[in-house]
Each structure stands twice: as C-alpha cells, then as structure tokens.
C-alpha cells in the first residue's frame, strides 16, 4: 500500500520489485541457456581433430585384407562427427577381430563385437549373444555411438562403475571385462601400441 506522499518511495520499491524479476528472469533464462548447451553438448560433440587421415586408414585395412576395405573415409568421418578420434576406432577393430577377419565380425560386420541391440538381429545367442549390424559403416556407427553415450556420457558406466569413462585405461576394464576371460592389462597395452604406432606412421602393429 502507497500513500500519496511517499510516492517516490513507493516508486522504489516497485523498481526493486522490477529489478527483482529481472535477476529471477537472467537466472533462469541462464539455466536455460545452459541445458540447452549441455543437451547440445551430449547430442552434438565437438568436432575431432584425428590424428592419421582417411587414407591412412584405409592403407592400414588393404594391408591386412580387411573385409571392410575401402571403408576407411566412413571409420574417419563417423568419427569426427562423434568427437571421438577414429585412430582409436581403427585399434578396438583390430584388437576385436583383426579388422573383422576372425570371429563373429565376420559375419556380423560389428567393429567391437558388440552384444545384442534391441533394433538388431541377435546371432549366437548360445555364446552370449551378438549384434548383426547392416553394414559396416552400420557397425562402426554404433560403435561410436556406444563409446560416446556409453561410456564419454556414461549412460552404461555410470551405473556400473560411478563415472563416466574417457580413456583407454579407464574404459576397457568395463569393455572387455577380467570376467568375460579378457586380460584387461594385455587389451589396453595392445591398443595403446597399436595408437601410437599409426600415429607415428607406421602401418604394421
């Protein structure tokens, strides 16, 4: 309530009322403004900035008659689009199944031997179950989609292990897991010198 002589007073403070309202609106449109760039953040990574080319790539999956030659431009630009660098791809693949030669891969066109997906047939289920992706370019897709929400947003290792899982180190252990019979020490020494190797040039690992 205002009388009429306190009118400047009263004017007060209605203007911090106003100004009240202003700071509660900044708040909250910067709350806004924030989760927008969290959802854009998780849904839309950063660009990656690879460190071997897709030529590279492709060099390295001629030299080991991949079945997934002339694939190396798709490994190279799902990865850039995940923010993921596809030289670490190229190591899951080749420690996974020599670069889809051996085992399931072979048949599933899966770069990590993934386990079934609920919008992909099921193969093997007697041995655990795989995924039968589309394609190959289908099966590196869903790799990197697995390692970016998986395991960078955590969607599978929050509950497993509390984190999110961003390294080598830190994501083979619930990759590859010491129960499923995988030498978790072995897997991460071998894709670490498998990453290096091409990142110096080499094509052999």
């Not at 993921?84 to 770069?111: C, K, M």
């Not at 984190?163 to 994501?171: A, K, L, N, R």
Request: glycine share 12%; proline share 5%; aromatic share 12%.
């Amino acid at each position: 309530m205002c009388h009429a002589g306190l009118r400047g007073v009263c004017g007060m403070a209605h203007l911090g009322e106003g100004m009240d309202g202003m700071k509660r609106g900044i708040l909250s449109g910067s709350f806004f403004v924030l989760a927008l760039w969290l959802l854009a953040w998780m849904w839309f990574p950063p660009p990656a900035t690879p460190q071997v080319s897709a030529a590279f790539i492709t060099r390295v999956l001629e030299a080991s008659h991949s079945p997934a030659m002339g694939k190396g431009q798709a490994l190279y630009d799902l990865g850039v689009k995940y923010g993921i660098d596809p030289v670490y791809a190229l190591a899951f693949f080749w420690q996974e199944s020599d670069f889809g030669t051996t085992g399931e891969a072979r048949v599933t066109y899966s770069l990590g031997n993934e386990r079934c997906l609920a919008d992909r047939p099921c193969l093997d289920r007697n041995r655990g179950g795989y995924a039968l992706m589309q394609s190959w370019e289908d099966g590196f897709d869903q790799w990197y989609r697995l390692i970016w929400f998986g395991y960078v947003q955590g969607q599978v290792t929050r509950p497993l292990v509390g984190h999110v899982c961003t390294t080598v180190d830190e994501i083979v252990p619930v990759y590859a897991p010491s129960r499923d019979k995988n030498d978790v020490a072995a897997y991460i020494a071998a894709v670490t010198h498998a990453v290096d190797t091409w990142r110096h040039g080499g094509i052999q690992v």
